[in-house]
Every structure is written in C-alpha cells, then in structure tokens.
C-alpha cells in the first residue's frame, strides 16, 4: 500500500528461515532457551538473597525490630533530602560555617608566627629549642595538673625521662630490618611476650605490636576476615558488636568491607545483650566483639557469655582491652570486683591491648594478642613476586619507629609487676572514691547525678536527672576541666589517670559546685516564668549548637570534617 514500509523480500525469507529453524529445535532456539534458563536462575537466586537476609533480619532483631530499625531508616533519608532542599541547605551551610569558623578561632591562634616555606638556611640549634619551648607552652588545658580525663597517660616524671633516653639510643631504629637493628626485634619480641603472659595466653599464643589501639583493632578485623575467607569461603562477612564498642570497629568494617551489626547495651547494665548477639548470628557471620572496659561507660561486657557463644557457633570472639590494659588484669589481685575476660575463655581468640596507656609507654604503643600463630598469620601481608623483592610485613606498616618500641620495653621493665599493680590501686582506688562520692558523700550530687551502669575500672559515666548535661559539662570546662561528652544516653565521663588521682577531691567538688550553679539557673528560669531548660531528650549529637538533636547526621559529619580540616590549618 502507498505511504506504508514494507519488509524487503530477502529479510523477510530470511526472519521466516529462522522462525522455521527455531520451531525445529535448532541451536539458536536452544541458546534462546538456555538464555532464558539463565534470566530466571539469576532472578531466582537474587530473590533467594535477599529472601535469606530479610529471614535473617528478622531472626536477628524480631518483627518489632525490623520495623523500628525500616523506620529510623526511612526516617534518616527523607530528613537527608529535607536538608539538601535550597533554602534549609543555605542556612544550615552557613551555621555549620560559622560553628567551624569559632573552633578555628580556638585552635588556630591568629598572633602565632607561621613556617609555610622551608627557612632558606637551616637554623641554629639553639634558635629550634627556643621555638619548640614556646610551642610546649602554647596555652592549653592543664593536663599536667590533671585536668584532662584520659588522653595523657602519665607515668610520672622519672619515666618520662627513662623513655627519653631510651627514644634517644634508638632515633634511627626500623623494625623493618631486623639485621640492622636486632635490639629492636629483641625488644619488640619480648613486649609482646609480656603482654600475652598478662593476658593468660596458653601455649602457642602469639601477638603483634602496633601503633595504637585502632590499629590493633583493625589487625583483629582483618584477621577473622582472611580466616573466614580461607577457611569457609566467606566473601560477604559481618560482625556483631556491642553499640559501646570501640569506632575502630566500625572503622575496620568500612576500610575490609565487613557488614557491622551494632547490638543494644540497655540499662540498668549498659552491658551487650548476648541474647540479641545470639539471634543476629548467621553463616556470614566471623567475629563477635566484647569489651573490658568500653570507652564511653567503663563497662565491662559479659565476656563469658559472649565467650559460650563463641564456642558454641565456632565463631571467633575479640576482647578490646585497649582502655582497661594493665588495669583489668591486676584488679583481682589489687582486691577490687572483677570479670573473666581474657584467654582463659575458651571462646576468646584474640585481645587488643594498649601498652601506651596503663602500661604507661609512650603514645604509639599497642598490641594484638591472637590464641593461635595461624590468627596471626591471617593478617600477614607476603608479596613474593615484587620486583623490590620478596616483601612481607605483620601488619599495616612497612617501617615503623623503633625508638617508641625501645620506649615501651623500657617503661615495661622498669614499672614491673608491683609497679602496675600499685598504679591499679591507686587509679582503680580513686574511681571508687569518686563514684561513692558522687552517689553517697554528696547529697547534691546524689540527688542530681546517676552512674552509667556499675564501672569496675578506671571510668566514670554519669548522666543528669534534670539538668541538661551538656551544660554541666561547659561549667566544667569553664573551671579548666576537659572532660568526655557522651551520647546514646547524653552523659558524661572521667577516665581517671594517675595526674587526676592526686585531684579527684578538686574534680568532685567543682562538679559539685558546677551542679549547684545549674540547679540555680533552672530555679531562676522558672522564677521568672520561663520555665525550666530541663534535660536533653532523644538522641542528642554531643556537639552543641548547630547539631542538635538530629535523626540525619550529615550536619555532624560537616562540622566534624570542618574540624579535621582546621587541624591542617597552618
């Protein structure tokens, strides 16, 4: 017909040829079958996938759980959407700026002399240690006289002179070439070995150092990873974690792509739910983590428990010991409470341990103590082909400061035994002595104040009962304080150190003071009929101002960011 397209003649055989073929079982027909054979095995085994991850979502957290957990979801998205809308994403850019700009104003002090460039001709020695004394001096918060919760480690003054000369007789020293430097290795050897010894490791146990508690942290991730892999094949892991574990292990699942699962820590304990680490178990699963102590409540989980599952679904079990160090294993002995938690569990297979914090070493010290060599071994790196040659390194480092080593091992020899366990009771005595004050001595605080679970090492969480605590913990650091502010419930804590242990008396009475004038400012506000302020509710941020009390994080993430960048700031 005019106007209409037709098919031309040798097209049309040729579809018809086809056709024709198709109908009489030809290979083509069969490779159309056997793509269609495929289509439906690769939709079978992806609804199969996902079919098993929503029966194991809701083995894990129950139907209510899986509900509420869609809902914080759902809820997190659409309030990110709401803050990238024109005008909400202006404002909020402008205050996260302005909150950056006032953190820049305190860290960044606008008189200081700035180095940008190299000094053309080196200078005189005498002109670097003027200018480094003046850097020591830089005003800051005093945690020389112990007002500074945790961060410095102290081990007083004789020590901190030892570990200088040992930093001095070893300023060159790289582990990396063990024949170079064979004190190093001896010495590294061995703090490891002292280490595991603390820690009831049986024989055949063995143990890295590293250079702090997130790396140590980290290794251990990486470790059940491999070990999964290898052994079982596993491409897709996951790892159970109380929600007061340490970030690092939320740091470790984004760096080895291990799906975290957190898991609740619920009053009056604020221990982890080993029922609900039970529940989330499933074949993906290749570590479970404890703690002795947390970090944001000085609690010590049911390690035990844990360690019965452990063994139970032969899973590997991770204690992070990095805060409680040489604390923890000295408590029993001290006389103070305390809780199995190292390898005389079955179920424990590694311990992460700071050697750089109770063990009073200089900052860049840690170990990771596995129950066998072959854990070890999983977090090798051995490149045989490399044209630089053969290549193999323990962990994440290739060269590493043996001058820090030299400094653990010598802080290590010199403390002893009997020294760690009279800094335990000492550190561990004043804790108890702050908390009792804090419940019992002090009628104000008493009725004000409530401890975060039942802490049985060397930190202190309290939260308010009517006060906001984030103001509490500005009017204490108005007095010099720097204290830890908490979230998930909004707290605060003091890790004690042996510089605080000479003023907890001065700690507990400026909180008593701090407490006093707040409960004041409530009084007045309601005199004037402005009501009261009253206590933060939900889930506060930690960071005053522009985060609030936010379901979508990502302002937090800006201004922690501003943050990390000011750091660089010159």
């Known amino acids: 017909m005019p106007g209409t397209s037709r098919m031309p003649v040798s097209l049309r055989e040729g579809f018809n040829n086809v056709r024709n073929r198709s109908r009489a079982g030809s290979p083509l027909a069969l490779g159309v079958l056997n793509l269609d054979l495929v289509r439906n095995l690769v939709f079978f085994l992806f609804v199969l996938r996902w079919t098993r991850r929503a029966l194991w979502k809701l083995k894990g957290r129950g139907l209510i759980g899986t509900i509420v957990e869609v809902y914080i979801d759902v809820r997190r998205i659409l309030y990110g959407y ?42 005189d020695q005498d002109a670097v240690r003027k200018e480094l004394e003046t850097l020591a001096n830089m005003d800051h918060t005093r945690w020389e006289d112990g007002f500074v919760s945790g961060a410095v480690y102290h081990g007083e003054d004789e020590l901190l002179k030892l570990q200088t000369e040992a930093y001095g007789k070893f300023t060159v020293a790289n582990p990396i070439h063990p024949d170079v430097f064979p ?90 739910d080993t029922r609900a680490i039970s529940r989330l178990i499933n074949s993906n699963t290749i570590l479970l983590v404890g703690s002795a102590p947390n970090f944001p409540h000085g609690i010590i989980d049911d390690i035990a428990g844990l360690s019965k599952i452990a063994v139970k679904k032969s899973i590997p079990l991770h204690v992070d010991c990095c805060l409680g160090s040489f604390l923890v294993p000295f408590l029993s002995r001290a006389g103070f409470e305390t809780q199995p938690f190292d ?11 700071d050697t750089h914090k109770y063990g009073f070493a200089p900052k860049g010290n840690s170990t990771v103590l596995y129950r066998t060599q072959q854990l070890r071994s999983y977090q090798y790196y051995v490149d045989p082909a490399w044209s630089g040659g053969v290549y193999a390194s323990p962990g994440i480092a290739g060269s590493r400061p043996g001058a820090l080593i030299a400094g653990c ?34 009628p104000v605080l008493a009725q004000e104040l409530e401890i975060l679970g039942n ?32 979230q998930n419930p909004p707290a605060i804590h003091v890790a004690l ?74």
């Open 82 to 123: 709401f803050l990238q809308m024109p005008g909400v994403r202006n404002q909020v850019k402008k205050q996260v700026e302005e909150a950056v700009g006032k953190l820049q104003t305190k860290l960044v002090p606008l008189n200081a002399t700035r180095y940008l460039t190299l000094p053309k001709e080196g200078w």
């Open 497 to 570: 150190t042996l510089p605080i242990v000479k003023v907890w008396e001065k700690l507990a009475g400026d909180l008593e003071a701090v407490v006093e004038q707040e409960k004041e400012k409530e009084r007045a506000r309601v005199a004037e009929g402005k009501g009261a302020k009253g206590k933060e509710v939900g889930d506060s941020a930690a960071l005053y101002g522009v985060a609030g009390s936010l379901p979508n994080k990502s302002v937090v993430v800006d201004l922690a960011r501003g943050f990390l960048d000011i750091l660089y700031k010159a």
């Open 455 to 486: 802490p049985l090492v060397s930190v202190v969480a309290f939260k308010s009962k009517t006060l906001n605590i984030y103001d509490i913990a500005d009017g204490m650091s108005a007095k010099g304080w720097h204290l830890n502010a908490l």
């Open 343 to 353: 390898f005389r569990l079955k179920g424990v297979t590694s311990i992460s341990c």
């Open 183 to 272: 004190g190093v290795r001896k010495m590294e050897a061995e703090v490891v070995a002292m280490v595991l010894g603390l820690f009831n490791a049986p024989p055949g146990a063995a143990g890295v150092s590293t250079s702090g508690g997130t790396e140590s942290i980290l290794m251990a991730c990486l470790s059940a990873r491999q070990k999964a892999y290898v052994e079982r094949g596993i491409t897709e892991p996951e790892m159970i974690l109380p929600e007061t574990a340490h970030v690092a292990f939320r740091k470790a699942g984004l760096y080895f792509k291990i799906k975290t699962h957190l898991v609740a820590c619920p009053a009056p304990t604020y221990q982890a």
């Open 409 to 442: 091992w010598a802080s290590l020899m010199s403390t002893g035994e009997d020294g760690y366990l009279q800094s335990c009771i000492e550190i561990v005595g004043a804790t108890k002595k702050l908390i009792s004050h804090i419940t019992t001595t002090s």
